[in-house]
């Protein structure tokens, strides 16, 4: 129980500081600092990266019991689901600029658009939904690991809706986008209409 109350700390504190440094304002302090663009961007990704990594350490650390193991076949169909976690995750970065959004490179010169290209045809976060089938179809989990993949779920659920909101505030059109097209469950009918 103690390790998962540390989990439920370790994760609020780590929302709010991706969250804070993910905000316009950090983001127009940073530029006032003269850390501007791309390298805000980069900043922020091996930022986000270093501490991602620190804190699944932390949590890996913590005391731990198991959950439960799924064996062979009932694993393997898991695993697939996983699978299909990993491709739709990569998918996400074929029809954006991955440097620019890395921070490797300059972002356009009339800022950052929306791409409703490639898989952003059926879903609007691929990334998080691929991240979440990864972390919620292990077939082995401990208490440690489904706490922390609920809450990184949750993250991801109520994140989404600020960065739409930007998405929103910095592009019109993207409300017309976020109608037609479901968060992170794709339509069937979509790709059966493509498709025939």
């Not at 530029?31 to 990266?49: C, T, V, W």
């Not at 490639?118 to 179809?137: A, D, E």
Request: aromatic residues 12%; positive net charge.
């Amino acid at each position: 129980m103690d390790s998962i109350l540390l989990i439920l700390i370790s994760s609020l504190i780590f929302s709010l500081v991706h969250s804070l440094t993910a905000s316009q304002q950090c983001k127009r302090l940073a530029a006032r600092l003269g850390l501007k663009e791309p390298r805000y961007r980069l900043s922020y990704s091996l930022f986000s990266l270093v501490t991602t990594m620190l804190w699944v350490a932390y949590i890996h650390a913590l005391p731990d019991a198991p959950l439960y193991h799924i064996a062979a076949p009932y694993a393997w169909m898991m695993q697939s689901v996983q699978l299909m976690g990993v491709l739709l995750a990569l998918a996400a970065f074929i029809p954006i600029d991955g440097l620019a959004f890395l921070g490797l490179k300059a972002p356009p010169q009339h800022g950052e658009g929306f791409v409703i290209s490639g898989v952003y045809r059926y879903i609007r976060h691929p990334m998080y939904t691929g991240t979440m089938l990864i972390l919620l179809f292990k077939p082995e989990q401990s208490i440690n690991s489904i706490v922390f993949a609920v809450l990184v779920c949750l993250y991801f659920i109520i994140g989404s809706r600020f960065e739409e909101r930007r998405m929103q505030h910095d592009h019109p059109e993207y409300t017309l986008y976020q109608q037609s097209i479901p968060a992170f469950v794709p339509q069937l009918h979509r790709w059966r209409g493509e498709s025939s």
